[in-house]
């Protein structure tokens, strides 16, 4: 099970850091990534994050942006977001993936991931 936490309401500029708790499987094996979806528009690949910590993948448009890290010792993986834009607007959902990572990248296709939270709501002002 995958528990996201930490949307909320935020200024354009401001910051957030989403987490996303797992239970009941052994976090440390999967490799984990954030999606998000926009109203009215399809769900889309943010990030993602080896299972070591060791190899971490952005979207274009969030890299630089975003920072994804995971504490495998608390089972969480984490979406630390800065200079939010209005048009990061969105439901963020964290998911894990048995695929691995490799130097190409790490797993970025919503087919690739078995097991999905329920997703946490950012709302950024413009």
């Known amino acids: 099970q995958l528990q996201a936490s930490g949307g909320g309401l935020v200024q354009a500029g401001g910051s957030l850091r989403l987490s996303c708790a797992a239970s009941?499987?052994?976090?440390?094996?999967?490799?984990m990534g954030w999606f998000r979806q926009a109203p009215g528009k399809e769900r889309e690949f943010v990030a993602a994050?080896?299972?070591?910590?060791?190899?971490?993948y952005y979207a274009y448009s969030m890299k630089g942006r975003f920072t994804i890290a995971r504490e495998n010792a608390k089972s969480t993986v984490y979406l630390q977001m800065n200079s939010l834009k209005f048009e990061d607007t969105a439901v963020y959902y964290c998911?894990?993936?048995?695929?691995?990572?490799?130097?190409?990248?790490?797993?970025?296709?919503?087919?690739?991931?078995?097991?999905w939270g329920q997703g946490t709501l950012v709302t950024v002002s413009s």
């Open positions: 998911a894990a993936s048995q695929s691995g990572c490799s130097n190409l990248g790490c797993p970025s296709y919503r087919f690739e991931y078995d097991f």
């Open positions: 994050i080896s299972w070591s910590g060791d190899r971490t």
């Open positions: 009941g499987r052994t976090f440390s094996s999967y490799s």
